[in-house]
């Protein structure tokens, strides 16, 4: 067992880094992620988002079993059924039974499961390992990569009732920073970047933050980047 666990943590610190904080009006996800077709974050349901690291085939496989469920759920009972906290525990199961069984190598994965709720102190932030198991989270967490000392980063610098921006300028720093402890820069063409938004209107509170929007916020333009929101 230890075997297995080790080979699923190298594979899982292979891979760029995920972030994920909560600001006053929700919860954001930040990743270096190049890629515009491959997500490493993604929504799940009206409320509950879903980020990843490590092999992409089997994260996806991981997600699309987690919108099957939720939409089974909603159905068959009511749509304020499906929490983020069963579809944790639904993922935990499948990914202990796969780390626990003999014939099968362990999932190179790490997730995060995340549900925006009325207010701040109603989020829920679940990190699940390669082993199952569920860790709740609060104020930010990071998975893959260098994963430890972005979240030493994230814990000295996070602060309840952060802005977006500030949340986003935080997040970037953090992503940006290499394990010698120097600075590169992240450009929004690195970024995937998106929102679980408790102001929108909408029922699904989950929106991907893309092009002006995004390199607005970056450079700190709040007020152009809330009139682009606005528009789309």
């Known amino acids: ?96 039974t796969i780390f626990s069984s003999a014939g099968e190598k362990p999932y190179e994965v790490e997730l995060i499961v995340a549900e925006v709720g009325a207010a701040p102190e109603d989020d829920q932030i679940y990190r699940l390992p390669h082993d199952g198991s569920i860790v709740d989270e609060h104020g930010s967490v990071a998975v893959g990569g260098n994963a430890d000392q972005i979240s030493n980063y994230l814990d000295q610098r996070h602060r309840d009732g952060m802005t977006l921006a500030e949340a986003l300028k935080l997040a970037v720093e953090s992503l940006a920073r290499d394990t010698n402890g120097s600075e590169r820069t992240l450009t929004a063409e690195q970024l995937e970047v998106a929102v679980l938004d408790r102001t929108r209107p909408q029922t699904r509170k989950f929106k991907r933050l893309l092009g002006r929007q995004l390199t607005r916020l970056l450079e700190g333009d709040t007020t152009a980047a809330a009139a682009e929101a606005e528009e789309e």
């Not at 067992?1 to 929700?26: C, F, H, N, P």
């Open 1 to 96: 067992m230890a075997d297995r666990a080790e080979y699923a943590r190298k594979g899982i610190a292979r891979g760029r880094s995920v972030v994920v904080l909560q600001y006053t009006d929700g919860v954001l996800f930040v990743a270096e992620n190049p890629s515009r077709a491959l997500h490493k974050v993604s929504e799940i349901y009206d409320r509950i988002a879903f980020a990843a690291v490590g092999k992409y085939n089997e994260f996806e496989n991981l997600r699309i079993g987690g919108v099957r469920y939720a939409d089974l759920r909603g159905y068959t009972y009511d749509r304020g059924d499906v929490t983020a906290r069963g579809l944790a525990n639904v993922y935990a199961q499948t990914l202990g």
